[in-house]
């Protein structure tokens, strides 16, 4: 798959179809950060963001259940001036899918201290990791820039799918025109042909932009890699031509062709998966995709997925494992702003009619869709509220975008105060992780999110009769559920045919053993995704504790199939 990473998050949609199963949030850090990214391979998850002065991240397995200690990222000491306010901003994190390479890019920062805090240094840096995240070896990206064309305060990463070719694409600016004033802007792109291990000079992109006014210009960059062919995206906010343009290098990076103007509008966002690349823009009051099915060489005419009647707040897109391209969009049509999606399922010849998510005010919308061809095709929209007391929220959708399930708290237990999620989908046990803020009056760090696989309780109370119920396992031919009980969590390695994850319980508990010995108890017939186990007796006491959970099996030939979370129940 070629590589993608894009200035701003995708996610997908929702309504009432499918479910997710949010899970209790986990503590990184007792702090809120600006900048965050978090991502997964095999069974193993990472968690990056900046710190005050430095660059930290943690570790857990696929499920994203519980994390290690923070640790150091970056190498020290660092080029911070003495009185001066440090910080170090993380701009991309790319993996690939086995772990064996992780890259980080990232700019460490001097501000004056004062009222304005005004950047006087932004240097780019990039790491890479071939132990899964746990060491980075790291390299200042300065060479050959020269020194007046200012500060880095933006840019993305990509990878070519073998993982030889590394890009760092970013914009700098030079404050000219005085405090809030405005300045000049360019454009670089620094490339990597041996896997990280060094970068050539820095390559001017786009020529010297002067904007006049306190925003920026050149914004949403974007950054697709296969090989040696590069293709650079960048929305032009400029007063003559303003839309959404594309650089292509077909040498690595080394030189690149006249830019050309792709889309109209004040805009615009990009996503690309294999050689489909697919632009999305407003055109007026139209919002439109132009989608090229041969990398980005060419682009079909612009096709119009919806009209807006009144005022566009974001809009984001993703591609599935199939190809269906997923809009999601955030408008005030109905005098406050609400979540809508559309769905192509033919490569963009035509969308379906839109679909209202969330009868809510929100902002920061993301679209998440699983990065392998061989993925279930699944998507997740999310977004946050407008201010500090409504929560994230969610929908996922295991069709495509198609149809969406009931929204859903990113924080199963946060009922405020959760901001910036960054989002990633692991593909050994098919669930998605969330990295959030959240202020629900501490200020955290956490990792929430959900999969759609689920199994809950019902009757455990002194000498009644109990059951389980599992939903959402829609595995074609996985017929039978088993639900594995334990006196506590922990390690259980399933090893049979080969499969790498773990189940999660601790297999010395007598529980464990008795819901083995005892299958026919335990077990529950799934059709269209559901089903329930026999009722049992529970004799024992309230307050008794103990975990579960579900995982389905087919029959011929006999293998195993989906996993849900592990369930904590209390006997009552």
């Known amino acids: 798959m070629k590589a993608l990473l894009v200035a701003l998050s995708v996610c997908a949609v929702a309504l009432p179809a499918q479910a997710q199963h949010p899970r209790s949030p986990a503590l990184l850090q007792d702090a809120v950060t600006p900048t965050k990214a978090i991502t997964s391979f095999g069974d193993a998850a990472l968690a990056v963001w900046g710190a005050t002065d430095r660059l930290l991240g943690s570790r857990s397995d696929g499920r994203g259940l519980a994390w290690d200690t923070p640790t150091r990222l970056d190498t020290a000491p660092h080029r911070y001036a003495t009185g001066t306010v440090p910080s170090v901003r993380l701009l991309g994190l790319e993996a690939s899918d086995d772990g064996s390479q992780v890259a980080l890019l990232w700019v460490e920062e001097n501000a004056e201290p004062g009222p304005f805090q005004l ?228 490569g963009g010849t035509t969308y379906s009619s839109e ?80 990295l959030a803020n959240r202020d629900d009056g501490d200020e955290e760090l956490v990792v929430g999110g959900f999969r759609p696989q689920s199994v809950r309780a019902e009757g455990f109370v002194q000498n009644g009769l109990a059951r389980f119920h599992v939903e959402h396992f829609d595995e074609p031919g996985f017929v039978l559920c088993w639900v594995a009980l334990s006196h506590a969590p922990g390690s259980f390695p399933l090893t049979f045919a080969g499969d790498p994850r773990n189940l999660g319980l601790d297999p010395s508990s007598s529980l464990f053993r008795h819901s083995l010995r005892n299958l026919s108890s335990f077990l529950a017939v799934v059709s269209n995704g559901a089903g329930t186990t026999p009722d049992i007796p529970f004799p024992l006491p309230p307050g008794f504790t103990f975990y579960a ?24």
């Not at 920061?364 to 392998?372: E, G, I, K």
């Not at 061809?373 to 007391?389: E, H, K, M, R, T």
């Open 119 to 346: 950047d006087t240094f932004g240097e780019p840096f990039f790491g890479l990791s071939t132990d899964g995240g746990q060491t980075f070896t790291e390299i200042a990206l300065d060479k050959g820039r020269p020194q007046d064309t200012g500060r880095v305060n933006l840019g993305v990463l990509a990878q070519s799918p073998d993982g030889l070719h590394v890009y760092a694409f970013f914009r700098t600016f030079l404050d000219t025109q005085g405090i809030d004033q405005g300045g000049e802007e360019k454009l670089f792109l620094v490339a990597s042909h041996d896997g990280g291990t060094s970068f050539s000079s820095a390559v001017e992109v786009v020529p010297q932009v002067v904007s006049g006014s306190p925003f920026f210009t050149l914004e949403n960059i974007a950054l697709v890699a296969d090989g040696l062919t590069v293709d650079a995206y960048y929305h032009d906010q400029g007063p003559l031509v303003p839309g959404l343009f594309q650089v292509r290098s077909l040498d690595g990076g080394a030189s690149f062709q006249p830019a050309v103007f792709r889309a109209d509008g004040l805009i615009s966002r990009v996503t690309a998966r294999d050689d489909l690349h697919v632009l999305l823009a407003l055109e007026g009051q139209d919002i439109v995709t132009r989608v090229s099915t041969d990398g980005g060489a060419t682009f079909a005419p612009s096709v119009t997925a919806s009209t807006i009647t009144n005022a566009l707040l974001d809009m984001e897109h993703g591609i599935t494992p199939s190809g269906n391209i997923v809009l999601a969009w955030i408008d005030d049509r109905t005098g406050d702003y609400r979540v809508y999606s559309s769905t192509s399922t033919d």
């Open 355 to 434: 679909l209202e998510l969330m009868p809510a005010r929100v902002a920061n919308l993301a679209v998440v869709v699983p990065p392998r061809a061989d993925d279930p095709d699944s998507v997740v929209i999310s977004w946050q509220g407008l201010n500090a007391l409504e929560p994230g929220r969610a929908a996922l959708s295991t069709d495509g975008g198609q149809t969406f399930g009931a929204t859903a708290n990113v924080i199963e237990d946060l009922a405020t105060g959760t901001a910036g999620q960054a989002w990633t989908y692991n593909t050994l046990y098919d669930n998605y992780l969330a």
């Open 549 to 572: 959970v579900a995982e389905t099996f087919a029959l011929s030939p006999l293998r195993k199939g989906q996993l849900s979370d592990v369930l904590e129940i209390v006997g009552q």
